[in-house]
């Protein structure tokens, strides 16, 4: 997340193959430094490793989607991401070693006697397997053809990108640490506080005046909160992913812990949730977004209050079916951001 807005000026800089294939060689370089971590050190750092990559890979696809596909097919190719961001998830949090929370697969590993560590490794050999495919049919998507290395290394905002990622590095450490690590009121939690402050400001007002950049290189454009559709379209997006991300860490921690759960059983409990996710493919089928916004706020606002309503006595049917009614709403715009703003723009 740190580094979000970082690879999407890189890639409007330089070539999306080569950039895409980067980003996988960093994943699994990531994969396999928490694959042999000795301690929970060494897993933090390579979840950073693998965040960053993962970052990239998530861009760069959603690049070569734009580049490759007509404005008619580009929903149902988002949707094929959102599928596999939804299998992707079920496997996902199952890499959380001290915790063994276990969705599926990560889970299956963790009851094994191939432990935890081949939830990381199996990252390796599915990326292995794929590297033809990057190698000899990704094809090249370089925007800037004409102009020189120097050139566009001298482009990108490279203060603003320091700043960018410290802001959001230190927002979630501050968040994570607070309460947990270290109490609310103690002196580390309030030096984070004020860290987090500072670069925040110092990042506003650097894109905002421009240091060390120009108004047409700066890593965020912000002539777009002019506009109100892109600012509703931010808050939309961002309230979608608050929405998907929750309860993917929420309910596999409720049936381990409020029901004595194992972690592979789990795991399967999320799938009502992550399934309906994919309906976001249904977009291709329509030609226009409106009824899928409003549809799917509805139904996951609603499916958002019952799921605040279950405590440990609740019915595993009642989860379920809340499961389902939110992430069925939130399924039907949470991959649409992307070609309404490109679109609007």
């Not at 740190?2 to 330089?14: C, D, K, M, Y």
Request: proline share 4%; with cysteine; glycine share 10%.
């Amino acid at each position: 997340m740190a580094t979000n807005l970082i690879w999407g000026q890189i890639f409007a800089h330089f070539d999306g193959k080569i950039l895409f294939i980067s980003s996988v060689i960093i994943f699994e370089a990531g994969s396999a430094i928490c694959g042999a971590a000795p301690s929970l050190d060494a897993l933090i750092v390579g979840r950073a490793v693998c965040g960053v990559g993962g970052m990239g890979i998530y861009l760069g696809t959603l690049n070569m989607v734009s580049v490759l596909t007509t404005e008619q097919e580009r929903p149902a190719y988002l949707g094929l991401v959102g599928l596999t961001w939804g299998v992707g998830t079920i496997y996902l949090y199952a890499e959380n070693w001290p915790l063994r929370l276990g969705p599926i697969i990560g889970g299956a590993f963790t009851e094994s006697s191939a432990t935890w560590r081949w939830s990381f490794y199996i990252n390796l050999c599915i990326g292995g397997l794929a590297t033809p495919v990057y190698l000899f049919i990704l094809p090249k998507s370089d925007p800037r053809l004409r102009q020189s290395l120097a050139s566009r290394v001298s482009s990108l905002d490279l203060l603003g990108g320091v700043l960018s990622a410290g802001a959001v590095t230190s927002f979630v450490m501050v968040i994570s640490f607070g309460g947990t690590v270290y109490s609310w009121d103690s002196g580390q939690t309030l030096s984070l506080f004020v860290v987090t402050g500072l670069l925040w400001v110092g990042f506003i007002l650097q894109q905002r005046f421009a240091w060390m950049t120009t108004p047409d290189n700066r890593l965020f454009p912000t002539s777009l909160l002019k506009n109100w559709e892109m600012n509703i379209l931010f808050a939309q997006m961002a309230s979608a992913q608050v929405i998907i991300t929750i309860p993917i860490f929420f309910i596999p921690v409720y049936f381990q812990f409020a029901k004595g759960e194992s972690a592979m059983r789990s795991g399967v409990q999320l799938l009502p949730f992550v399934l309906p996710l994919v309906f976001s493919v249904m977009l291709a089928k329509v030609g226009y977004c409106m009824p899928w916004y409003v549809a799917g706020s509805a139904l996951a606002l609603v499916g958002s209050a019952l799921l605040h309503t279950i405590d440990v006595d609740t019915s595993n049917s009642r989860i379920y079916g809340y499961s389902i009614l939110t992430a069925l709403g939130v399924g039907l715009f949470s991959q649409a951001g992307f070609p309404v703003a490109q679109i609007k723009v």
